[in-house]
């Protein structure tokens, strides 16, 4: 499996392999593959049509653009795009009509040698996962840190190819009957380059494989030195010492780098055979950056990932110095799988106290996408164990160990030599056993199997010469001529005396310290059908949550152990009986192909939800959805500002604009067209002091105080005089403050707001819903409500809204030529108010005193259609800025509403992937409008109302 802790007993006793890596016995299918097309054409066709027919904003300047936009003018005719399209298309079809072809993203050159054909077939009918979706099926996509085949050169030059049976592969095997199916992982040595393309030729052919080659210097740092000697103890509560053995630091950012390193390398492998119908799925904790550089590369992948080991709390994990970049690669998956939800409570905590992010039971909200969050115990193949015990091979062997046992109680133990397995617990508990009970002494007897691991690392060392010694002392001490307590195997056993062992114990133990799930446990129960023997099972293994039948211990209880231990030998035929039942019930029931099905149908479900969500709320594009409607008339632009332009902070000091963002906002004040007005929960000296030197309109706490654009006097919008509230609220607020270390109160003329931005998050969260419900008793009968936002617990005046307050401004500008309106907005319900209130047509009209019959409103949806029938967008997009702008009458009025953050359902027309974007969005209109600036200072053309591409060109060049 891909990880160390899944307790596979049948992989260590076959083949003894150092846990964590991938394996899998492959069934032969038929029919064979079809054909997919060579790496010339898909660094070719991809490169044309997805890049023209998935990613338009990359013409426009719109969301998925990474690179700043330049001049609007730069985007392609949108006539001309589509006939670009459609062209392509056609060729599209006619290729697939010719024998098929691929949708994927063009590879990487670097990565990609033109020789990588995945079109080869094979006649034995392997490989038909690689290329089953090309019938247009969903096809998963399976990455892992290794194959689970892995790749030895020989002497001779020549390679061998090893596929080898694991926990993960296994679970696999349904998947694959039900959708098309192909595997990418390393393949566990450094191939030279002259062989690579032979090497990946034979692993997609044979195995439905796609290899990703490292070097033995990447793979050590990044595989030994970074997941073995940094991850895995951290996620098993294991503290990182400074140093390490040798005197060098444990943590050392080369590690780090060759992580990351193989990570994108892993994302380039994966982008060469992906297509816009696959769904990825990410395995364990070495590919844990992998979510979030695939989904840079497209938005729309499907991507799932899964956690093998256990997942610290928040206290264990913030040691680690990379978890800020560790956490948000994972939180670009789609779906976060773990085997408990002990793990996943953990998760969520982390993604609250480390990012500062809502969680919910079911996920977390990311970057305008809700993560979900969900529970995926792992199983065995519990057919695997019966077939085996029916074989005569496996009887036999069975009888020939009841007679070596014969008149002794059996006590199993299958473990790595791995410092979380908990075996010298496990050993300690047993002499405790014997001595505290000698009623077991020449009776009871212990096997440990114990496979070596890491047999080069000096802790290991260490830990195995332990465990020999404490061996060695139980056996000298209790042990005699015709009794041995203790027969301990350190070396792998095959799959058949591992079976037979398991069937003739009558206990199996389990001490692990901590275990992401552990199957030692579930394979046992399979093999207990007619013995019933008692499971003791550690209550830090992952699996101890699923297998309530079981005696659960602490293993750092060595007493309570060693009870554990006399009371399983001590049970009844019934008890025995009925423990068993409830364990094998379970084991029969959640089978590893269960899980694996389970997760995939989740994250199945999850696309066809992600795929309705980016189909109804389209990112902004500001050539198309901005430029073309400021061409006529003024423009009343509305910009909220906390959290819409700048991130939320507590104290006012730390929100003040960037430098980019105030030149924004001034440039595009300089237009005497554009209305901007921007609203704030703060108060007026903080919006003076931030904003005080732009032509803009600035709206204080909430609305209610107000200052036009041009203007230095305030007004009250709504007429709040009445402050006698205020003595009855400040104590309940003070109160708290001082109870709630990082707290802070900020009290204005007319609001006032309680900020917890700086507090512990889940304390801050329950102090505020304890201020709500005393404020709620307080304030009854005041003219006063109380609202609570992001952090923040607010008292305001009633009868405050943003909807009240822009339609004050919007009576105040009635009679003036408005052929524009844009409200940027964040995501709190004042603001989903504002986005209802824009899509209302009569009632807007209403409150800018229009005509029906004269002036309409068109929301964004509609496009914009004038009484003529004509589209007002413009067949050619002009500046539409300063002089050259008609200020008329226009006959088409549009509203347009944008949210910052993605939301599934929301009333805003357009979104703006986050405040950064945000602001890039206002650099751009501020850029326009700094050209149409030099315009009027020499201006080209005479006639204003159209703009040549020569002039266009000229402009931009007196810009630059």
Known sequence: ATSKDTGRGSEWAEAGKESAETGATRPKRTPPMGSLPSPSFMATLPSTMIRRQYSLSSFSGGEGNNQTSGSP????????????????????????????????????????????????????????????????????????????????KLSDGSYRFEESAGGVVSAMERVRQEMSFVWVGWPGDEIDSADQEFIRSRLLQEHDCVPVFLTDDCADKYYNGFCNDILWPLFHYVPLSIVQVDGERRFDFKYWQAYSTANHLFAEVIMQIYRETDIVWVQDYHLMLLPQLLRKRTQRMSVGFFLHTPFPSSEVYRILPVRKQILEGVLHADLIGFHTYEYARHFLSVCTRILGLETTPKGVEYMGRFIDVGIFPIGIDPDKFERELGLPDVQERIGEMRRKFAGKRVLLGVDRLDYIKGVPHKLLAFETLLTRNPEWKGTAVLVQIAIPSRTGVEEYKKLASETHELVGRINGFFGSVDYIPIVFINQSVNFQDLCALYSVADVCVVTSIRDGMNLVSYEYVMCQVENHGVLVLSEFAGSAQSLSGAIRVNPWNIEEVASGLHEALSKNDMDRGLKHWKLYRYVKRYTAQNWSHSFVSELRNRKQRVDYSFASTPPLRVDIDILPWMKEGHRVILLNYEGTLAHPRALVDRLAPGETLHRAVAQMAMEP??????????????????????????????????????????????????????????????????????????????????????????????????????????????????????????????????????????????????????????????????????????????VMNWNPTERSVVPAEQGGVTSQGNSSVPETTSLG????????????????????????????????????????????????????????RAPIRTNPRSVSTEDISALRNQSR
């Not at 800025?881 to 347009?896: H, M, Y």
Request: hydrophobic share 35%; charged share 25%.
């Open 73 to 152: 003018q730069q985007a392609y005719h949108e006539d001309q795009i589509i006939a670009q399209i459609q062209e392509l298309q056609m060729r599209l079809l006619e290729l697939r009509n010719d024998g098929g072809s691929s949708m994927a993203h063009p590879p990487s050159e670097q990565f990609a040698p033109d020789e990588f054909d995945l079109s080869q077939s094979d006649t034995t009918g392997h490989g038909g996962g690689a290329t089953d979706a090309m019938n247009g099926d969903t096809r998963l996509i399976v990455v892992s840190n290794r194959l689970p085949v892995t790749v030895k």
């Open 673 to 846: 067209l554009n209305q901007i007005y921007i609203f704030s929960g703060r108060s007026k000296t903080a919006l003076e002091s931030w904003f005080g030197d732009c032509r803009v309109g600035l709206v204080a706490e909430h609305g209610t105080d107000y200052r036009a654009p041009g203007e230095t006097e305030w007004r009250e919008l709504l007429g709040f005089r009445d402050g006698s509230w205020r003595h009855e609220v400040i104590p309940i607020l003070q109160y708290f403050t001082e109870r709630t270390p990082g707290s802070y109160l900020e009290e204005k003329d007319k609001v006032i707001t309680w900020h917890y931005f700086d507090s512990d998050p889940q304390f801050g969260s329950w102090q505020s819903k304890e201020l709500l419900a005393h404020l709620a008793e307080a304030c009854a009968s005041l003219p006063i409500e109380v609202m609570s936002g992001y952090k923040i617990v607010e008292v305001r005046p009633v009868g405050l809204s943003r909807v009240s307050v822009v339609q004050r401004i919007l009576k105040d500008h009635q009679g003036k030529d408005i052929s524009f309106i844009l409200a940027v907005g964040g995501s709190e319900k004042s603001d989903e108010d504002l986005y209802t209130f824009l899509e209302n047509e009569s009632e807007l009209a209403n």
């Open 881 to 936: 800025f300063g002089s050259n702008a008609t200020v008329g009458v226009p006959t088409v009025v549009k509203a347009l509403s944008c949210r910052v953050g993605k939301a599934r359902n929301s009333a805003a027309n357009r979104y703006i992937r986050d405040c950064d974007r945000a602001v890039q969005v206002l650099r751009e209109l501020a850029s326009t409008v700094s050209i149409n600036i030099k315009r009027v």
